[in-house]
């Protein structure tokens, strides 16, 4: 991380699909110290070290106020960054981090996808603006359809190295890791309808909270044109927060593969889709791309 706060990686990287707070990027982090999860506590570890090259010209109760105030200050832009992204835009309420880890906590116990699972919620209109039964139904429908299946489920699960499941590898096998190989033992003798009906207890009870919470929004005085306006500008600014587009794993391996090839037509695609992730009026299989080839003739 550079003094002015932006992260430089010079290793290998990856995209986190799922939701899985202990994601590793880096496969040669092997204990999980830079985890999706694990981000916040780095960024204060590497104020700390900075604190210590600075120690001739810093006291520890200015070094302590700093890191208290890094402290507050993720706490809020985290918090308000969250808020933005699920629609609360009028009122700020205490609970509303229970709220947000409510939400990230089914994400991960449903393994749905984290970029789509934001984006879906704007299906849900605030209460009074539409048919409430029908919007429920259809963000519920939508949630449940960005879920992994069993299958998907056990190969999230599953470690990418192996090692031996002896009585010397259970010695050195993290609580972590057991959790995860019960549940995938779990889930092998699970069927698709079976999961999905689990799914779908866990997003409706979450909805039913966040619904409740989202009519919280509404003034008392508002009228029905009211609550239609802040609607509109409630999914303006969620759909301003939650990009519909992101670069993907294998999105970017296809675009190199066929690049390695000398098509650059996939590159192109992506990279237009890219440049305005957040909109709704692009239809990704329409997106125009540049002919490599015939721009090449058409310059000799």
Same mark, same amino acid.
């Given at each position: 991380?550079? /003094?002015? $706060?932006?992260?430089?990686?010079?290793?290998?990287?990856?995209?986190?699909?799922?939701?899985?707070?202990?994601?590793?990027?880096?496969?040669s982090?092997?204990?999980?110290?830079?985890?999706?999860?694990?981000?916040?506590?780095?960024?204060?570890?590497?104020?700390?070290k900075?604190?210590?090259?600075?120690?001739?010209?810093?006291?520890?109760?200015?070094?302590? !106020?700093?890191l208290?105030?890094?402290?507050?200050?993720?706490?809020?832009?985290?918090?308000?960054?969250?808020?933005?992204?699920?629609?609360?835009?009028?009122?700020?309420?205490e @609970? &509303?981090?229970?709220?947000?880890? $409510?939400?990230?906590?089914?994400?991960?116990?449903?393994?749905?996808?984290?970029?789509?699972?934001?984006?879906?919620?704007?299906?849900?209109?605030?209460? !009074?603006?539409?048919?409430?039964?029908?919007?429920?139904?259809?963000? %519920?429908?939508?949630?449940?359809?960005?879920c992994?299946?069993?299958?998907?489920?056990?190969?999230? %699960?599953?470690?990418?190295?192996?090692?031996?499941? !002896?009585?010397? !590898?259970?010695?050195?096998?993290?609580?972590? +890791?057991?959790?995860?190989?019960?549940?995938?033992?779990?889930?092998k003798?699970?069927?698709?309808?079976? %999961?999905?009906?689990?799914?779908?207890?866990?997003?409706?009870?979450?909805? %039913?909270?966040?619904?409740?919470?989202?009519?919280?929004? /509404?003034?008392d005085?508002?009228? +029905?044109?009211?609550i239609i306006?802040?609607n509109?500008?409630?999914?303006?600014?969620?759909?301003?927060?939650?990009?519909?587009? =992101?670069?993907r794993?294998? /999105?970017?391996q296809?675009?190199?593969?066929l690049?390695?090839? $000398?098509?650059?037509?996939?590159?192109?695609?992506?990279?237009?889709?890219?440049?305005?992730?957040?909109? &709704? @009026?692009?239809?990704?299989?329409?997106?125009?791309? =540049?002919?490599?080839? +015939?721009?090449?003739?058409?310059?000799?």
């Amino acid at each position: 991380m550079s /003094i002015v $706060g932006v992260t430089i990686d010079y290793g290998l990287f990856g995209f986190m699909d799922t939701h899985d707070p202990g994601h590793i990027c880096n496969k040669s982090d092997d204990g999980g110290r830079y985890a999706y999860d694990q981000q916040p506590s780095i960024c204060r570890w590497n104020l700390k070290k900075l604190s210590e090259a600075l120690a001739p010209y810093l006291s520890s109760e200015d070094v302590a !106020g700093v890191l208290k105030m890094y402290d507050e200050e993720f706490e809020k832009c985290f918090l308000n960054k969250m808020r933005a992204k699920l629609g609360l835009i009028h009122v700020k309420l205490e @609970e &509303d981090i229970e709220l947000v880890e $409510g939400f990230l906590d089914t994400l991960h116990k449903t393994a749905c996808d984290f970029t789509n699972g934001f984006r879906g919620l704007n299906n849900l209109c605030v209460p !009074g603006c539409c048919d409430d039964e029908s919007d429920v139904d259809v963000t %519920l429908t939508y949630l449940v359809s960005q879920c992994s299946s069993p299958e998907e489920c056990v190969t999230l %699960l599953t470690p990418s190295s192996s090692f031996s499941l !002896g009585s010397f !590898g259970m010695m050195f096998m993290s609580q972590k +890791q057991m959790g995860k190989m019960i549940k995938a033992k779990k889930l092998k003798e699970t069927t698709v309808k079976e %999961l999905e009906e689990d799914n779908k207890a866990m997003w409706k009870e979450w909805l %039913l909270i966040y619904r409740k919470r989202l009519a919280q929004e /509404i003034p008392d005085t508002s009228s +029905q044109e009211d609550i239609i306006k802040l609607n509109k500008e409630r999914l303006r600014i969620m759909n301003a927060n939650n990009p519909r587009f =992101i670069l993907r794993n294998h /999105i970017a391996q296809r675009a190199i593969e066929l690049a390695e090839e $000398g098509d650059y037509s996939e590159v192109d695609r992506v990279l237009c889709l890219l440049k305005n992730p957040y909109t &709704d @009026e692009v239809n990704p299989a329409e997106v125009s791309i =540049i002919d490599h080839s +015939q721009q090449a003739t058409a310059n000799r």
